[in-house]
């Protein structure tokens, strides 16, 4: 049965290539990349399974993925595809010129047409289907358009101006001319318009000017062309949707349901993550645990992201409680760190349990988790894997692998 499965396929990753990709543009070597070629056609039997859908073999990295590889493959591909690297997202106009809302949000890049564009673009449909099958969130920040559309709505010339409002200035500007012919002869504009992605796109292979007679016709052009423009992504999307989840139910929700549905609340709501916290080898009361949680407080919503990543392989909390899915986020303190200053906190992110000396200070503390989360990323084994148990800290029964987020 497919709940009795533990994971779906095995991956293997190579992370040395991603990296080299940023650097060369070369979005064939990305993380994304590697996973959408050997998943794209997998059954959909795989996408269907209560946790993970995939099992990670990073390449020259010594981890037995039981939660946290799998976690970590998915924070990266997010990372991504936000990071210019792969050809699925642009930024808003809004976003390049640093005016008008949705600033900090992608749409879907209309020039991604290929045939391995649309096999990512269903790839990235897969993996939403897959956040909300599991509750657990995608780290992505894509522009409220583009779920609108995914849940069936066509968009309208306010939604527009929410990722363009200098386009739609534009449009207003000619719409609203004076009907007078000399008006239109200073300006002398092409019948084209820009797209999204700022090209110029021919509306008309009869006109080549707008002038006043065809004036109505270039707004009814151009703004059918920019309501339309991300059709083809978004279908490719659905049909990734559609071999997880019953797409046809995506029309009882709105747009904004369904990004909460894939992607959560980007920021992280510590009181969330108190409810969840189990505490060994120290009490809630200790000042240790007090100096932890106060520093979490002071943390940024970048850095509490960093912290989750660090902790349990993600950037962002499930949903609610019962997307934790009885998943625990265990904080132990060992004395076995001597003198305990001079050591680092460890992080095994397939049990969402960060270990940590008893330091002397708050001050030190905050030096030593702040340095973690932004400098520690290793991942590793040892012998952990066959105390688990004897410790009480169980995997998902199978052989449990250790995720070294630092070390001494």
């Not at 808003?92 to 890049?109: A, K, S």
């Not at 940024?300 to 609610?320: A, D, I, K, M």
């Not at 960060?354 to 520690?376: D, G, H, V, W």
């Amino acid at each position: 049965m497919i709940r009795d499965r533990q994971h779906g396929p095995i991956l293997e990753l190579n992370r040395m290539f991603s990296s080299q990709a940023r650097g060369s543009k070369d979005w064939s070597r990305t993380i994304f990349a590697q996973a959408c070629s050997m998943l794209i056609n997998v059954s959909s039997e795989s996408f269907l399974l209560p946790h993970r859908a995939w099992k990670v073999r990073f390449v020259g990295e010594s981890v037995d993925d039981v939660g946290g590889g799998y976690s970590e493959s998915i924070a990266e591909m997010c990372e991504e595809l936000q990071s210019g690297v792969l050809p699925l997202f642009i930024l808003t106009p809004n976003g390049r010129v640093d005016n008008g809302v949705n600033r900090d949000c992608y749409l879907f890049n209309p020039a991604a047409i290929s045939p391995e564009e649309t096999n990512m673009f269903r790839f990235l449909g897969i993996l939403m289907g897959i956040s909300v099958r599991t509750g657990s969130p995608l780290a992505l920040d894509i522009a409220p358009p583009m779920w609108k559309l995914l849940v069936g709505l066509p968009l309208s010339v306010d939604d527009l101006n929410e990722i363009d409002k200098d386009y739609m200035n534009g449009i207003n500007f000619f719409r609203d001319l004076p009907n007078k012919e000399e008006e239109f002869g200073a300006i002398d504009m092409p019948f084209t318009t820009p797209g999204a992605a700022g090209q110029e796109v021919p509306l008309s292979s009869t006109y080549h000017r707008i002038n006043l007679s065809n004036r109505d016709q270039y707004v009814q052009s151009a703004l059918e062309y920019r309501l339309h423009e991300f059709d083809f992504q978004v279908q490719a999307v659905v049909e990734g949707l559609a071999k997880v989840i019953p797409v046809p139910l995506l029309s009882l929700f709105t747009g904004e349901e369904l990004r909460t549905m894939v992607c959560g609340h980007p920021d992280i709501p510590l009181d969330m993550l108190k409810s969840v916290a189990v505490y060994k080898g120290v009490e809630y009361s200790s000042a240790l645990v007090q100096w932890f949680w106060e520093i979490l407080e002071t943390f940024s919503p970048s850095e509490r992201s960093l912290f989750l990543r660090f902790v349990w392989g993600r950037t962002r909390l499930p949903r609610n409680i019962a997307d934790f899915r009885g998943r625990d986020f265990v904080l132990q303190v060992l004395d076995k760190y001597q003198p305990p200053d001079h050591y680092m906190p460890e992080s095994y992110t397939c049990f969402f349990l960060l270990k940590m000396p008893r330091y002397s200070s708050k001050e030190i503390l905050t030096q030593k988790l702040r340095y973690a989360i932004n400098f520690c990323k290793s991942i590793d084994t040892d012998d952990y894997a066959r105390i688990t148990r004897d410790e009480g800290i169980g995997g998902e029964g199978e052989d449990s692998d250790l995720e070294l987020g630092s070390s001494q």
